[in-house]
Each structure stands twice: as structure tokens, then as C-alpha cells.
């Protein structure tokens, strides 16, 4: 079945430091890949997707991640973290369709909470 | 633009009684999602609907049920609620359905007590 794991539910960096937040997938099919960030009691932001064009993707706010086919990761990264970063992120691969292809739902890792401090 | 809007933003609901959350995508889309956030579950989904038709459904109980009207708008209905359903359910409406980006509204908080 299809997963997404990211690695350390809680992530903790000094204001100035460089972020990096991890994600593994499981894919049959060749996905379609996403980060979302997430503040309290608010909705999913998008901060950057893949679909199958240049490896290394640049998003908002300085977050950039890189796909790796044979890692199956999709890692996401911030050279330099600061505090209005803080907040939950999530990984997400789109599912398979049986007929090839992907469906429209998102599955989403567990989650990481990065905090940062000053 | 606007963006993807749910209403209400939080709703307290009594056991066993039912509940219909709202959802208004962005102007132009025609696929709207529905996932349900829990702390202990994550973020899972419900359903999604695409030019009105059910193309794609999660996991969860008959109890758990929605529609999409002509103008892409969307209502997802909850019924004999239970405490275990209490959760942030989360709209998305994306351009098209199979991997477009998914743009999120801000949520429906429901406790039900």
C-alpha cells in the first residue's frame, strides 16, 4: 500500500540553522510529491510539489526539496530557519489509480513539528 | 482571488446528532476533497467529488457522506455522531483531479461532547 513516512515527529533548530525535514514514500507509479506547512488551528499552505520536471524543487519561504528516485526520498530543507517557521509540516504523495495514473486524494505522512529556537 | 472557504470554522455537536460542514472551493475548480485530521490518526481521506460525481472514497464508516452541487460547492454530513469523530475536517479543491496541486481552506473544528 502506499506511505509516506518522515522521520522525527519533533524537529528542533536554532533560529540561523539549517533545516532539514525528511520523507520516504512508497510509490508503485511515479509520484506526485508535496510539502504542506501547517500553523495552529489553520489549514494546509502549500510550500512546494514535484511532478516528474526538474529533481530539485524550490517552494516559499526559502524551502527547497530534492526527489530522489532511488532513495525514494523527498527531503525538505531551509538553509537558514527562522522563527516564523515554526509550525507543522507535512509530506504527501498522491495515490495510485488502478488504471495508471494518479488519484486526486493526497497521502500524508505523520507529520513533523519544527521548532526554532532564538 | 479567494480562497478555499469552509463554514462554520468550529461547531460543537451533541452525541448521535448530525452535522453538515461547508465548503466553497476556488472559483474555477472542479475537484473538491475532504480529509479528516485527528491527532492520533493524522490526516486521512474521505472522500473526493469532481464535476459532482463520488470519483474517489476513504475508509470510514456509511455515517460519513457528501455531495458536490453544479457550482463545484461541496457539503460533507456526518451522521449519529460520535465522540471519536470530533477531529479538524479539512476541504481542498484543486483544477483538476490526479496529482493537481491541493489548496486547503482553514477548516471546521467539530467537538462533539
Known amino acids: 500500500a502506499q506511505s509516506v513516512t518522515q522521520l522525527g515527529s519533533h524537529v528542533s533548530v536554532s533560529e540561523g540553522a539549517l533545516v532539514l525535514l525528511r520523507c520516504n514514500y512508497s510509490s508503485s507509479v511515479p509520484p506526485y510529491l508535496f510539502w504542506y506547512v501547517q500553523y495552529p488551528n489553520q489549514g494546509l499552505q502549500l510550500l512546494l510539489k514535484?511532478?516528474?520536471?526538474?529533481?530539485l524543487v524550490k517552494g516559499i519561504n526559502g524551502f527547497e526539496a530534492e526527489f530522489k528516485k532511488s532513495e525514494t526520498s523527498f527531503h525538505l530543507t531551509k538553509p537558514s530557519a527562522h522563527m516564523s517557521d515554526a509550525a507543522e509540516y507535512f509530506c504527501?504523495?498522491?495515490?495510485?489509480?488502478?488504471?495508471?495514473?494518479?488519484?486526486?486524494?493526497?497521502?500524508f505522512g505523520k507529520g513533523t513539528k519544527l521548532s526554532v529556537k532564538p | 482571488k479567494a480562497g478555499v472557504t469552509q463554514t462554520p470554522r468550529y461547531l460543537i455537536k451533541t452525541r448521535g446528532q448530525q452535522v453538515t460542514l461547508s465548503c466553497s472551493p476556488i472559483?474555477?475548480?472542479?475537484?473538491v476533497s475532504w480529509y479528516q485530521q485527528t491527532p492520533g490518526q493524522g490526516l486521512q481521506f474521505l472522500f473526493e467529488y469532481f464535476s459532482e460525481t463520488q470519483r474517489n472514497k476513504g475508509n470510514f464508516p456509511g455515517r460519513f457522506s457528501g455531495r458536490q452541487f453544479s457550482n463545484s460547492r461541496s457539503e460533507m454530513n456526518v451522521s449519529t455522531l460520535e465522540l471519536g469523530d470530533s477531529a479538524l475536517y479539512l476541504c481542498?479543491?484543486?483544477?483538476?483531479?490526479?496529482?493537481?496541486?491541493?489548496?486547503f481552506g482553514q477548516g471546521t473544528r467539530l467537538t462533539v461532547v
Open positions: 481542498a479543491s484543486s483544477l483538476r483531479t490526479g496529482g493537481a496541486e491541493a489548496f
Open positions: 504527501a504523495v498522491t495515490a495510485p489509480s488502478y488504471y495508471g495514473g494518479s488519484q486526486g486524494n493526497l497521502i
Open positions: 514535484y511532478t516528474s520536471a526538474a529533481t
Open positions: 472559483s474555477g475548480h472542479r475537484s
